[in-house]
T-cell receptor
Framework: GQNIDQPTEMTATEGAIVQINCTYQ??????LFWYQQHAGEAPTFLSY????GLEEKGRFSSFLSRSKGYSYLLLKELQMKDSASYLC????????????FGAGTTVTVRA | EAGVTQFPSHSVIEKGQTVTLRCDPI?????LYWYRRVMGKEIKFLLH????????ESGMPNNRFLAERTGGTYSTLKVQPAELEDSGVYFC???????????????FGPGTRLTVL
């Protein structure tokens, strides 16, 4: 099975940096995704990690440590539009398509 | 290119009634998935189609739920009869075949919010 934990809520100031942690326990790991979801909208793909290390995409970066079962999503130069829920999702090794999600972290950006 | 679309966006029904949700994946995507988010909990996998075939339906809660994908294009998810605990947001997602995409990321629709009274 999959146990995926991430903080429920985080608040930060516009222009600041926020780091959202995600820990997972899995019987078979085949990649970790981060999605962003604004209220009432579809989750949208942000990043993917399958090897250890840091992946950088503009203001967003994602890190993975497979040995520790740990990932984080780093949001830099926060903007008001970054206020959303951020979902950590692990892909199964046994089924290369099925995703298991954490409950999501609601990030609120304040002026 | 159009994204994944779902219909209806909201549905309110009474316990015991039937509801059918529809998902139109991105054109050309062989893989289609249904997920559900109940009462603010995490999004949970329901099932996975490859074209018209059910590849994995391990997440389907019980036999009141029936998913179809005739012709391998759009999919429907029917709940009959609906119960109170079926309330939640039902998401559909689609993805290409793995050899066509480096991440094989899933593209999600906006969801159907189902309320059973």
């Amino acid at each position: 099975g999959q146990n995926i934990d991430q903080p429920t809520e985080m608040t930060a100031t516009e222009g600041a940096i926020v780091q959202i942690n995600c820990t997972y326990q899995t019987s078979g790991f085949n990649g970790l995704f981060w999605y962003q979801q604004h209220a009432g909208e579809a989750p949208t793909f942000l990043s993917y990690n399958v090897l250890d290390g840091l992946e950088e995409k503009g203001r967003f970066s994602s890190f993975l440590s497979r040995s520790k079962g740990y990932s984080y999503l780093l949001l830099k130069e926060l903007q008001m539009k970054d206020s959303a829920s951020y979902l950590c999702a692990v892909r199964h090794l046994s089924n290369d398509y099925k995703l298991s999600f954490g409950a999501g972290t609601t990030v609120t950006v304040r002026a | 290119e159009a994204g994944v679309t779902q219909f209806p966006s909201h549905s309110v029904i009474e316990k015991g009634q039937t509801v059918t949700l529809r998902c139109d994946p991105i054109s050309g995507h062989d893989n289609l998935y249904w997920y559900r988010r109940v009462m603010g909990k995490e999004i949970k996998f329901l099932l996975h189609f490859v074209k018209e075939s059910k590849q994995d339906e391990s997440g389907m809660p019980n036999n009141r739920f029936l998913a179809e994908r005739t012709g391998g294009t759009y999919s429907t998810l029917k709940v009959q009869p609906a119960e109170l605990e079926d309330s939640g947001v039902y998401f559909c997602a689609s993805s290409q075949r793995p050899d066509l995409g480096s991440y094989n990321e899933q593209f999600f629709g906006p969801g159907t919010r189902l309320t059973v009274l």
